[in-house]
């Protein structure tokens, strides 16, 4: 009998393995692009470092720092609320919180309303990616649709406007245009097709700032042409000397109110709180009206716990005063160690370090073998132009996440082996 049981759990077994090759999968999935941590992964395999210091991983932006002690106390707080399914829209507190937030920061005034311009997202990452579903159409002149983005990129825009059927329009950023890009040197007959435009600012990862008049400039030719504006801002709290205008500050400026602009926020960055997977949507209402029903169906909700920690966190800016010094200290360190040694452009913001390096894959392996230090090379989030020119094929992106001591042991390495 047993003999007979495991027969027939075999038979099982190849039987789904056999449908499942033959089941076709949907092509569109075969347009995404290459996932940048597979491709380092991929690149250092087999290679063991030829040292016995301790690994430091500065590929990934993962904030390091400590998040601030009212996180878990709210959450504790707020344990009697585990058992109810949490509304797509979040509460009435988060939402407040958010607009009082949005208002301190930008100096908006009578912009926002927090039912009808605000929703919770579990981090940006998820909202950037579903948001082509509400704004990708097919054109009504049978063109298809664009999906403009800059380049190097945030990897969820390209898997986004692949997995839409979108065309993705690749912005190249380079020291050149001090690495921001303008959509306003597309042409008419372009921007008449283009249906949605990832503008980031601070951005990642050279962390510069998009100026104020750029940012109208966008608005504008999204209200003329008729696309989304979607302004990825997750840097906007980590600065140096120049505080970052935002989206929606230009939007009041302009005048006009939120039409096809949104912002996208997230407390990651903002608060070390990576993990809380906390963030919001905010701008035009009709999207959101729009968004919120498809969230609907889907179900992306973030426990009312976290909901609770993470408006404590919006309504509270000592601690990012503290969390953004930490970064500004370690950008300074940056500067005096490497200034001397390599082409450094100092961040403007963020906490990304952009480094031109002649060859990122071969300095990455470099890094690894010889010192244990992990960075991302730059061709892994830049896509290669029409004559096969990858403008991060030079560069490394690290990543300042750890803290003081351990970023100067990162630093002091990177330079012994460059």
Known sequence: MLALFFMTVQYAADTLQTKAMNMEMNPVLENLPDYPFDRLRQLLSGISPATDAAPLVLSIGEPQHAPPVILQQTVEENSHLWGKYPPIDGTPEFRNAVVNWLNRRYGLKNLLDADANVLPVIGTREALYLITTVAVSENSDGSKPIVVMPNPLYHVYGAAAAVSGAEPLYLTATAENNFMTDISALDDNTLSRVKL???????????????????????????????????????????????????????????????????????????????????????????????????????????????????????????????????????????????????FIRPEAGFFLWLNVGNGEKVCRKLWSECALRVLPGAYISKADENGINPGDQYIRVALVHDLATTDEALSRLVKVL
Request: net charge positive; glycine share 8%.
């Open 197 to 343: 435009f990832y503008l980031c600012s601070p951005s990642n990862p050279a962390g510069m700032i998009a100026p104020m008049e750029m940012l109208k400039t966008a608005i504008r030719l999204a209200r003329k042409h008729g696309f989304l504006l979607v302004a990825d801002e997750c840097y906007q709290d980590i600065y140096g000397d120049k505080k970052p205008p935002g989206i929606l500050e230009a939007c009041q400026e302009l005048g006009g109110g939120l039409e096809n602009v949104l912002t996208f926020q997230s407390l990651s960055k903002r608060s070390s709180a990576p993990g809380l997977r906390s963030g919001f949507v905010a701008g035009d209402g009709e999207i959101i009206k729009t968004f919120k029903r498809l969230r609907n169906y889907i179900g992306p909700q973030m426990p009312l716990p976290l909901m609770a920690a993470a408006t404590r966190l919006w309504l509270d800016d000592d601690h990012v005063r503290e969390n953004r010094k930490m970064y500004r200290d370690k950008i300074d360190l940056a500067e005096k160690i490497l200034s001397p040694k390599c082409d």
